[in-house]
């Protein structure tokens, strides 16, 4: 009888959790409990299935061979109960609970922010985690449900829409340029002091002619390395030096004489953007009404561009 007081979906998702973060510990984290309460959790499900369903040392955790079946069933009966629940909850198909979202910093900060606002006022019974970061997203130690993403393709096992690009262009103060000879040639560009946005380039450059499809590059030497587009746009303006930015972040800048577009007819290439999810057999509302807002908006919003056509994506839309 006591087993019947045990929500066995709890225990099913912490096991899931277990394996996918990859400790016992780091699932806590994502459960936002204790570890000791996960430990307790484990050992309920092991007495109910009466076997063993991992092997632990100090060092390491390893799958029994009836954990491997445990946890492939778990994830096929977590699924269906979150089918359930939104079928029966959400007649409507609306949204409810909390979504957790990884964008980067100065795109989620800034360009953003208000279709999330819109997002959620639309639907008043969701909740976002709205977590920053420029690094490639990682689905299953980070415990996130998607990311919007800058740069290359994140990992090939997830699903990854290319939505849109981000043009990238050479701009300096005024006042640093007033210091050396005019630039009209990408090879002039190697003698003024450089800020690196180290997530995209560091000790050189490969700028491409806008007409003709050119290449040239160049070697730099970095007075200041970044991995923040806002901290490269400000010390561009303070006259640091010169640097390779989204030319979003910078359209005021450029608008009112605080920058210089150097070299118009060169820039680097633009970066991708994608939208990015784990595969799963179900995804509940939330995460679909998410996702059809991101690939509404993002290739719409200021500064950016329409993917290249060559580029191909990987695309599976949630049903």
């Not at 709890?10 to 699932?27: D, P, Q, V």
């Not at 005019?182 to 002619?209: G, H, K, S």
């Amino acid at each position: 009888m006591a087993n019947e007081r045990i929500d066995r979906i709890e225990l099913m998702n912490t096991f899931i959790r277990i394996i996918e973060s990859g400790s016992l510990s780091a699932a806590a984290v994502q459960l936002n409990t204790t570890q000791a309460t996960v430990s307790r959790r484990l050992k309920s499900l092991e007495e109910m299935l009466g076997c063993k369903l991992l092997l632990r040392t100090t060092h390491a955790m390893k799958l029994t061979d009836d954990g491997e079946r445990c946890y492939q069933h778990a994830k096929t009966v977590t699924g269906h109960w979150m089918m359930l629940e939104d079928d029966l909850r959400n007649a409507g198909d609306e949204p409810v609970g909390t979504l957790r979202v990884r964008a980067p910093h100065a795109f989620g900060q800034q360009q953003l922010i208000a279709p999330l606002t819109q997002f959620l006022r639309q639907y008043p019974q969701m909740n976002v985690e709205w977590m920053l970061n420029d690094k490639a997203p990682l689905f299953v130690t980070e415990n996130i449900d998607c990311a919007i993403h800058l740069g290359a393709q994140p990992d090939p096992s997830t699903i990854s829409v290319l939505l849109a690009e981000v043009p990238r262009i050479v701009v300096a103060a005024p006042e640093l340029l007033a210091g050396y000879p005019q630039i009209d040639q990408p090879e002039a560009l190697t003698a003024l002091p450089w800020v690196a946005l180290n997530l995209f380039y560091q000790q050189e450059v490969t700028l491409r002619q806008v007409v003709g499809g050119e290449t040239r590059t160049l070697a730099i030497a970095p007075r200041l390395s970044t991995d923040s587009l806002y901290a490269v746009r400000e010390t561009v303006l303070a006259g640091l030096g010169v640097g390779i930015v989204s030319a979003w972040i910078v359209a005021q800048d450029l608008e009112q004489g605080k920058l210089v577009h150097v070299l118009p007819e060169w820039q680097a290439a633009p970066l991708p953007v994608w939208l990015a999810y784990p595969y799963s057999r179900y995804y509940p509302a939330r995460l679909r009404k998410f996702l059809e807002l991101m690939r509404e908006i993002l290739p719409g919003l200021m500064g950016m561009q329409p993917p290249e056509r060559r580029k191909k994506s990987r695309s599976s839309r949630p049903a």
